[in-house]
């Protein structure tokens, strides 16, 4: 029932899982999220879900991470005020 | 409590969660044999009543339109307090700022782009555009919609900003069309499910003709919703990213750059 | 094998749910939160996965052939974009705890001042 395509799908996207979380430096999971949006939308295609995929991919990565670069921006930039 | 108290006390309960998640899992229909009655229906039914080949988009927008509602509300209250929590922290910033002594204005800040990135954003922005509003209106018949087709059209404002500088987004876009699009796009969702109230009996109803099934104007309502979704989307995630970016870039602005 | 979709939405949401509690740095729980929410997402597909089925759009296949659920499928398409306003929210309200705290450490919250 389960095809090969949605397996190795499904096993890169647990690994993808696991390595957003255990990278710690919010500007590396930046990059580390994208590509996980991008695993995430493979996946769901592999699942016969094109209108969520083209959702995910939009979203995951490209909206999500580029939030979380300007949230770091600001962050760092005030951080330099402060000294 | 300490920390190291608190991870000793989430170890075991997060053993003991997994596990009973797993044991529910199980209880599953085996992957692949999906038992309930009502995707079966709609497959079968969806396109000879409605006239609409993509049926994710008929059951987003017409069986459950009332769900779809709901998730519109919730995408406006985010941009809401979005808005809401970054002015506060504008206005204090711009007070702060101003007792600094810093005379770089918005103009020395940022770097002018090379040529070739401009000429090929430039060269970007159109299709983009197009693809977007393809995308949105043809969301009945191909995978696609309001929710996608928005995205693709925010990404058409980043292709603005990236390839040229923060003023020339902010003059294709300023924040009060931003919002009243965004605005109204939630407002004609809901006032298109009053049309159906009053016009057929039930909110949400969908009562336009169908028409013929894989032309542009079928799926009776669900053109207009799509159109309705896209504009909240596009408005709400470029409200976000002009937000987010005028903290990072307007911070040293006193009076800021109101171009 | 046919557990795996089950077993792989169980394991997001204990690695999520592992990073948001040992956490130090706001923006990296938020993240993890992505997480969390993207094995909803992965439970909800692989409900309505029917096998050897096809993408519910008609266009090209004809009426009567085996479509996967679509009803699955418009749950997670909205939720995928709505989760991605509500992670906005939160960015702002870790930009907001900035600004008040001085720090990005949840445990530190509350703590120090500005």
């Keep these: 029932m389960i095809e090969a395509v949605q397996i190795a799908a499904l096993l890169v996207v647990a690994a993808g899982g696991t390595a957003v979380v255990l990278v710690r430096d919010p500007l590396r999971q930046a990059v580390v999220l994208s590509f996980y949006g991008l695993v995430l939308g493979v996946l769901f295609f592999a699942f016969q879900a094109p209108d969520v995929s083209l959702s995910q991919i939009t979203v995951g990565s490209v909206g999500v991470p580029l939030m979380l670069l300007l949230t770091i921006a600001k962050v760092r930039k005030r951080e330099r005020e402060r000294e | ?247 990072t870039l307007l911070l040293r602005g006193s009076g800021g750059d109101e171009s | 094998m046919s557990f795996l979709p089950y077993a792989v939405a169980a394991w997001l949401f204990g690695v999520g749910l592992y990073g948001v509690v040992t956490s130090r740095n706001l923006i990296h729980l938020v993240v993890c939160l992505t997480v969390v929410q993207s094995s909803t997402y992965v439970l909800l597909l692989a409900i309505g996965y029917v096998g050897a089925g096809k993408a519910p759009i008609f266009a090209d296949i004809p009426q009567g052939t085996t479509v996967v659920d679509p009803v699955v499928q418009a749950l997670t398409l909205t939720d995928v974009v709505v989760e991605a306003a509500v992670v906005a929210l939160l960015l702002a309200l870790v930009m907001q705890a900035h600004k008040r705290f001085g720090t990005l450490d949840p445990d530190e919250l509350g703590v120090m001042r500005a």
Aim: no cysteine; charged share 20%; glycine share 14%.
């Design chain 2, 1 to 247: 409590m300490s920390r190291r108290a608190r991870l000793w006390m989430f170890a075991p309960a997060l053993a003991g969660m997994v596990a009973l998640l797993i044991w529910g899992l199980t209880g599953l229909p085996d992957f692949g044999h999906y038992r309930g009655p009502y995707g079966k229906v709609l497959a079968k039914v969806a396109v000879p009543e409605r006239k609409a080949t993509n049926v994710v988009a008929s059951t987003t927008f017409d069986y459950r339109g009332f769900d779809t509602l709901g998730e519109e509300m919730i995408l406006f209250s985010a941009a809401l307090g979005l808005v809401v929590l970054l002015r506060e922290l504008r206005g204090e910033e711009e007070e702060d700022e101003e007792a600094d002594d810093d005379e770089e204005g918005i103009e020395g800040r940022e770097e002018r782009t090379s040529d070739a990135l401009r000429i090929f954003g430039l060269g970007l922005v159109g299709p983009t555009v197009v693809l977007g509003i393809y995308i949105v209106s043809h969301g009945a018949l191909t995978p696609g919609g309001g929710f996608q087709g928005g995205l693709v059209l925010v990404t058409a404002l980043l292709v603005v900003y990236l390839a040229g500088r923060y003023a020339a987004m902010r003059r294709v876009s300023p924040i009060p069309m931003l919002e009243v699009g965004e605005a109204g796009g939630a407002t004609a969702f809901a006032l298109i499910g009053l049309g159906g109230l009053v016009i057929a009996g039930i909110y949400m109803k969908n009562f336009i003709d169908p028409g013929t099934p894989k032309t542009l104007l079928s799926g009776g309502v669900i053109p207009l919703l799509n159109i309705s979704v896209g504009l909240e989307v596009a408005g709400a995630f470029a409200l976000a990213f002009t937000e987010f970016l005028d903290q």
